[in-house]
């Protein structure tokens, strides 16, 4: 298993499943509402034109979210 | 929380006469406005929740028998655990929380077939209430176009409740769903799923205490325990009602506890929810066909493009305001005439007098000039829902975010501040879309600095005076212009960075956005939109309106000069000709005499009468041509000699309507959407006072240098 790195890392088109929340804070209890959970599988589609926010996408839908947040999901790259 | 299938409710109150009341949730972008008016058609009454500026849609479906039924529009929401004051509105209602809503007897739940698992989330949510819910899964054709199937008595028999396929769009399930609506009783959920142990006695315990101290249903009381498990921080809207001092109690008692053992409460609870969503969705969905790139993200792939989402961006944008200024201006055009029309004939029809000078300059005159900003807000208001109902709005707060961050806003803030520029009414209207609250906040109080067109004539009016000669070649038109707008905009971001950073401080909040599916606008919703908002505006703003046009009349009638002296006499001892001595001394410093105080006072009807007053003060004639004005105004002088509109006053004049707040009806607006008079007092201050300064700055320096 690979070390886990931060979803902001991930290359534009990899996929990864989610490992770990860090932070248990309101703002992660609301990404897990979002379907974000440990197990997870999200592709990181691709960042916006100034290279913030991502967009990712999950059980078939596609989310913004800004690299300060993304800094808090820990995911393991998938092949 | 099992219960036995063959539980049933029945409607509250099934023989009485009253009309059985159904809220209407879901999640944003899962068609559940359309579904709305599909059901409600034009039977809507839109208001305000009593203390939040969250939009109240409630109408009346009939059932197949012809039953009134009321349904309530809920604000959307991806969870009960509300982090903004949509969430936070939608969730009060549902736990019958609000005082001035009663809580439904029946709720539909309308979910997004494509994206069935974080539907479900909500929906997982609502079943603990223990209501009749009724679920439509809505966009079948689409999850079809996906390559899903959706197996519909799958899903009814994991829920135990009636599910209904639906695409509202087409009207396709209407008749069922209208059918389950009408039925005298509905199953109540078969719904059943683990409580994580570490969690379960505090739901047991709070429950206990929501029940015997809130006065709440045990179902209510167990949904409500489970809630507020799942809410670190919930978001209190006005009109709610707060829990009973010993419950909070208990709850703070968990939560320490926990947070000392290092038990991610909350979190577990999310879990063991997406568990029992997943074992259903696994049931019910069917992956058939195969998932290449879908005709949305081809769009995406230039409209959020390093360059070609910036062209897309400046294309649709340009496009806009050419559509506003092209399309608004024949109606704009047509107002000014029936105005004109309607106020000929009342002088014909009235006798002569006061009241008849009230009637038609006051009133009519007034809210007049007003009301001919309508269509341009009202293509505003078409362009913004179109923009939100295809989707890309979305898109454009995902390429604006980074620059909007850098002064503390997120990407939600551009499109209301953008519309700013041709009027902040419907700019300031638009910020609702923005969930945080004070993100929201800040782009209200600096939306009116963006340079809005009844700001373009009085620019126009003083370039013709500043540049010598008849003609104002255009390049130096333009690049005074540009020079204006550039220094609104500056301004506003300007202030939203200093507002950010010291009187609406605070951590930055959650910026997550979904982006939906590219979707063919629903010009009929749109247009619905568009025509409830417009008349929430007249609502709002309309006796302000009225009052205030009735004032400014009022000061510039009286004290009546004697019979035969003309306008510009009559104006110049009236009260407002008085006002404008009164402010010289204020006025002085940057250049201004009391004939242009009047002109500021004036403007305060809408910012353009700056020049129809101008107009009355030198006694020139009201033509669409600047000409003779521009003459008239270049003779003004000084009791002493020199000239009054010397090119720096006009300047001056200019950098003063780029930050004065002069607006009646955006005060008025400001006023609705804050829900208090602190902030569109601020807002005026902080507006003119910076209008001021920068003036005074500007003509002392200017006339230090000579100029």
Redesign the interface.
Same mark, same amino acid.
């Given at each position: 298993m690979a070390a886990p790195i931060k979803l902001s890392e991930l290359a534009v088109g990899a996929s990864a499943v989610i490992r770990e929340?860090p932070k248990?804070?309101?703002?992660?209890?609301?990404?897990? !509402?979002?379907?974000l959970?440990?197990g997870t599988r999200v592709t990181l589609?691709?960042t916006?034109?100034?290279?913030?926010?991502l !967009?990712i996408k999950l059980?078939?839908?596609?989310?913004?979210?800004?690299k300060?947040?993304a800094d808090y999901v820990l995911v393991e790259p998938a092949e | 929380m099992a219960l036995p299938s063959h539980i049933s409710s029945t409607l509250a109150h099934p023989s009485s006469t009253r009309t059985p009341v159904y809220a209407l949730v879901g999640n944003p972008n899962c068609g559940k406005t359309t579904l709305f008016n599909a059901l409600t058609g034009l039977k809507q009454k839109v208001g305000n929740y009593p203390g939040v500026t969250v939009e109240k849609k409630i109408g009346t479906a009939y059932s197949q028998h012809g039953q009134p039924i009321t349904v309530i529009d809920l604000p959307g929401a991806y969870s009960l655990a509300a982090r903004s004051p949509d969430e936070a509105v939608t969730r009060d209602v549902l736990l019958g929380r609000r005082a001035d809503t009663a809580q439904p007897d029946r709720i539909l739940c309308i979910i997004d077939a494509t994206n069935l698992e974080r539907n479900l989330y909500l929906v997982h949510q609502i079943l603990d209430l223990g209501r009749p819910v009724i679920l439509v899964v809505n966009m079948m054709d689409l999850a079809a176009a996906a390559g899903l199937t959706v197996r519909i008595s799958r899903l009814e028999q994991a829920l135990g409740i009636p599910v209904i396929a639906c695409e509202a769009v087409n009207g396709k399930g209407l008749i069922e769903l209208k059918v389950a609506m009408s039925r005298p009783d509905l199953p109540l959920a078969r719904h059943a799923w683990d409580v994580p142990a570490a969690i379960a006695p505090a739901v047991t315990e709070l429950q206990a205490s929501l029940v015997s101290h809130d006065c709440k249903a045990p179902f209510i009381a167990r949904a409500e325990a489970l809630l507020l498990l799942t809410d670190h921080d919930s978001v209190r809207v006005a009109g709610s009602t707060p829990l009973h001092a010993r419950t909070a109690e208990i709850l703070h008692t968990w939560q320490k506890r926990w947070e000392d053992e290092g038990t991610d409460w909350a979190g577990a609870l999310v879990n063991s929810r997406y568990d029992a969503i997943g074992r259903i969705a696994a049931e019910v969905i069917l992956q058939t066909g195969e998932t290449g790139p879908t005709p949305s993200d081809k769009i995406d792939a230039v409209v959020t493009h390093s360059v070609w989402g910036w062209a897309v961006l400046g294309a649709v944008m340009t496009l806009l305001f050419i559509s506003i200024f092209t399309l608004a201006e024949p109606p704009m055009n047509w107002i000014d005439d029936q105005t004109a029309i309607l106020a000929t004939w009342v002088k014909h029809a009235m006798p002569d007098g006061d009241l008849r000078d009230l009637v038609t300059t006051g009133v009519i005159g007034g809210v007049g000039g007003v009301i001919k900003f309508l269509p341009q807000i009202l293509i505003l208001f078409f362009s913004i829902g179109l923009l939100e109902s295809t989707g890309y709005m979305a898109r454009a707060a995902f390429i604006m975010d980074r620059l909007m961050n850098r002064v503390g806003l997120n990407g939600k803030s551009f499109i209301p501040l953008l519309s700013s520029h041709a009027c902040a009414i419907p700019g300031i209207m638009a910020t609702r879309t923005i969930e945080d609250p004070k993100d929201r906040l800040v782009t209200i109080l600096v939306a009116p600095l963006m340079s809005c067109s009844a700001r373009l004539p009085v620019y126009l009016l003083m370039i013709a005076a500043l540049v010598p000669g008849d003609r104002v070649p255009l390049l130096t038109k333009v690049s005074i212009m540009i020079f204006m707008y550039a220094l609104g905009t500056l301004g506003a971001f300007g202030f939203a960075w200093l507002f950010k950073r010291t009187l609406l401080k605070g951590a930055p909040p959650l910026m997550i956005m979904e982006l939906p599916p590219y979707r063919l606008p629903r010009v009929k919703d749109v247009a619905l939109n568009m025509l409830e908002r417009g008349a929430l505006f007249l609502r709002r703003a309309g006796t302000l309106i009225l009052g205030i046009s009735i004032i400014l009349w009022f000061l510039s009638a009286y004290p009546r000069a004697p019979d035969g002296t003309t306008d510009q006499q009559q104006l110049a001892q009236s009260f407002a000709g008085r006002a404008g001595h009164l402010l010289e001394p204020a006025i002085k410093p940057l250049g201004f005499d009391w004939q242009i105080g009047i002109g500021l006072i004036s403007s305060f009807a809408a910012r353009e009468v700056f020049v129809s007053t101008m107009g009355v003060v030198f006694n020139a004639e009201a033509t669409d041509d600047t000409a003779p004005l521009r003459q008239a105004m270049l003779a003004a002088k000084w009791p002493d000699g020199r000239p009054l509109f010397t090119p720096l006053v006009c300047f001056t004049l200019m950098i003063f309507y780029v930050f004065a707040m002069q607006c009646m009806s955006t005060i008025a607006i400001v006023k609705r959407e804050t829900n208090s008079w602190k902030w569109p007092l601020f807002q005026t201050a902080y507006m003119t006072g910076t209008a001021w300064i920068l003036s005074f700055v500007v003509y002392q320096a200017g006339t230090a240098l000579g100029f």
């Amino acid at each position: 298993m690979a070390a886990p790195i931060k979803l902001s890392e991930l290359a534009v088109g990899a996929s990864a499943v989610i490992r770990e929340f860090p932070k248990a804070d309101p703002a992660s209890i609301r990404l897990r !509402e979002m379907g974000l959970l440990v197990g997870t599988r999200v592709t990181l589609v691709r960042t916006a034109p100034l290279g913030d926010p991502l !967009e990712i996408k999950l059980r078939g839908y596609h989310l913004s979210l800004r690299k300060s947040d993304a800094d808090y999901v820990l995911v393991e790259p998938a092949e | 929380m099992a219960l036995p299938s063959h539980i049933s409710s029945t409607l509250a109150h099934p023989s009485s006469t009253r009309t059985p009341v159904y809220a209407l949730v879901g999640n944003p972008n899962c068609g559940k406005t359309t579904l709305f008016n599909a059901l409600t058609g034009l039977k809507q009454k839109v208001g305000n929740y009593p203390g939040v500026t969250v939009e109240k849609k409630i109408g009346t479906a009939y059932s197949q028998h012809g039953q009134p039924i009321t349904v309530i529009d809920l604000p959307g929401a991806y969870s009960l655990a509300a982090r903004s004051p949509d969430e936070a509105v939608t969730r009060d209602v549902l736990l019958g929380r609000r005082a001035d809503t009663a809580q439904p007897d029946r709720i539909l739940c309308i979910i997004d077939a494509t994206n069935l698992e974080r539907n479900l989330y909500l929906v997982h949510q609502i079943l603990d209430l223990g209501r009749p819910v009724i679920l439509v899964v809505n966009m079948m054709d689409l999850a079809a176009a996906a390559g899903l199937t959706v197996r519909i008595s799958r899903l009814e028999q994991a829920l135990g409740i009636p599910v209904i396929a639906c695409e509202a769009v087409n009207g396709k399930g209407l008749i069922e769903l209208k059918v389950a609506m009408s039925r005298p009783d509905l199953p109540l959920a078969r719904h059943a799923w683990d409580v994580p142990a570490a969690i379960a006695p505090a739901v047991t315990e709070l429950q206990a205490s929501l029940v015997s101290h809130d006065c709440k249903a045990p179902f209510i009381a167990r949904a409500e325990a489970l809630l507020l498990l799942t809410d670190h921080d919930s978001v209190r809207v006005a009109g709610s009602t707060p829990l009973h001092a010993r419950t909070a109690e208990i709850l703070h008692t968990w939560q320490k506890r926990w947070e000392d053992e290092g038990t991610d409460w909350a979190g577990a609870l999310v879990n063991s929810r997406y568990d029992a969503i997943g074992r259903i969705a696994a049931e019910v969905i069917l992956q058939t066909g195969e998932t290449g790139p879908t005709p949305s993200d081809k769009i995406d792939a230039v409209v959020t493009h390093s360059v070609w989402g910036w062209a897309v961006l400046g294309a649709v944008m340009t496009l806009l305001f050419i559509s506003i200024f092209t399309l608004a201006e024949p109606p704009m055009n047509w107002i000014d005439d029936q105005t004109a029309i309607l106020a000929t004939w009342v002088k014909h029809a009235m006798p002569d007098g006061d009241l008849r000078d009230l009637v038609t300059t006051g009133v009519i005159g007034g809210v007049g000039g007003v009301i001919k900003f309508l269509p341009q807000i009202l293509i505003l208001f078409f362009s913004i829902g179109l923009l939100e109902s295809t989707g890309y709005m979305a898109r454009a707060a995902f390429i604006m975010d980074r620059l909007m961050n850098r002064v503390g806003l997120n990407g939600k803030s551009f499109i209301p501040l953008l519309s700013s520029h041709a009027c902040a009414i419907p700019g300031i209207m638009a910020t609702r879309t923005i969930e945080d609250p004070k993100d929201r906040l800040v782009t209200i109080l600096v939306a009116p600095l963006m340079s809005c067109s009844a700001r373009l004539p009085v620019y126009l009016l003083m370039i013709a005076a500043l540049v010598p000669g008849d003609r104002v070649p255009l390049l130096t038109k333009v690049s005074i212009m540009i020079f204006m707008y550039a220094l609104g905009t500056l301004g506003a971001f300007g202030f939203a960075w200093l507002f950010k950073r010291t009187l609406l401080k605070g951590a930055p909040p959650l910026m997550i956005m979904e982006l939906p599916p590219y979707r063919l606008p629903r010009v009929k919703d749109v247009a619905l939109n568009m025509l409830e908002r417009g008349a929430l505006f007249l609502r709002r703003a309309g006796t302000l309106i009225l009052g205030i046009s009735i004032i400014l009349w009022f000061l510039s009638a009286y004290p009546r000069a004697p019979d035969g002296t003309t306008d510009q006499q009559q104006l110049a001892q009236s009260f407002a000709g008085r006002a404008g001595h009164l402010l010289e001394p204020a006025i002085k410093p940057l250049g201004f005499d009391w004939q242009i105080g009047i002109g500021l006072i004036s403007s305060f009807a809408a910012r353009e009468v700056f020049v129809s007053t101008m107009g009355v003060v030198f006694n020139a004639e009201a033509t669409d041509d600047t000409a003779p004005l521009r003459q008239a105004m270049l003779a003004a002088k000084w009791p002493d000699g020199r000239p009054l509109f010397t090119p720096l006053v006009c300047f001056t004049l200019m950098i003063f309507y780029v930050f004065a707040m002069q607006c009646m009806s955006t005060i008025a607006i400001v006023k609705r959407e804050t829900n208090s008079w602190k902030w569109p007092l601020f807002q005026t201050a902080y507006m003119t006072g910076t209008a001021w300064i920068l003036s005074f700055v500007v003509y002392q320096a200017g006339t230090a240098l000579g100029f």
